[in-house]
């Protein structure tokens, strides 16, 4: 018996064409799981402390795929997905590896939550909230942790 395509599945779909995405760099590829317009909101893990529209995330992806040489690798680990009718979110931790365009090796576990709406009967991203954990005694990003 063949199983529903769920609200889970359609977002795991959803997931799976950003990391395809994320992987050749390709920043409208990836915007395309995101709402169109000023809906958007990304709390990120570069300042400010948001980026609102599609447009101005849709930039942060440009500018951070341009800060590497070669591909880029990507693996969503721990992955939870809760889904209503027409609004959901999921929770994950996403590593992210590379070589940057000065040779140095970039290997980072975030966390991520993200908020999603189905829209026109497509789930689409509305939010995202990048971190790291942040030594409080040093005042810096935790960047070493990994699930």
């Known amino acids: 018996m063949a199983r529903a395509n769920t609200a889970e599945d359609q977002i795991r779909n959803l997931l799976t064409r950003w990391e395809e995405a994320f992987r050749a760099k390709d920043a409208k590829a990836v915007m395309s799981v995101y709402a169109p317009g000023d809906v958007v909101v ?8 948001a980026k609102v529209g599609s447009d101005a995330y849709g930039q942060n992806y440009e500018e951070f795929f341009a800060m590497f040489a070669g591909p880029l690798r990507v693996e969503l680990r721990d992955l ?42 497509e789930w689409l991203i509305l939010h995202d909230h990048v971190s790291v954990p942040t030594n409080f005694e040093t005042g810096t990003a935790a960047l070493n942790l990994a699930p």
């Open 42 to 49: 990304a709390f990120d893990i570069v300042p400010p402390l």
């Open 80 to 121: 939870r997905i809760i889904a209503g009718d027409d609004v959901a979110f999921l929770h994950c931790f996403d590593r992210m590896s590379g070589t940057l365009q000065g040779g140095d090796h970039f290997d980072l576990w975030l966390r991520v939550t993200s908020g999603l709406q189905k829209i026109d009967g």
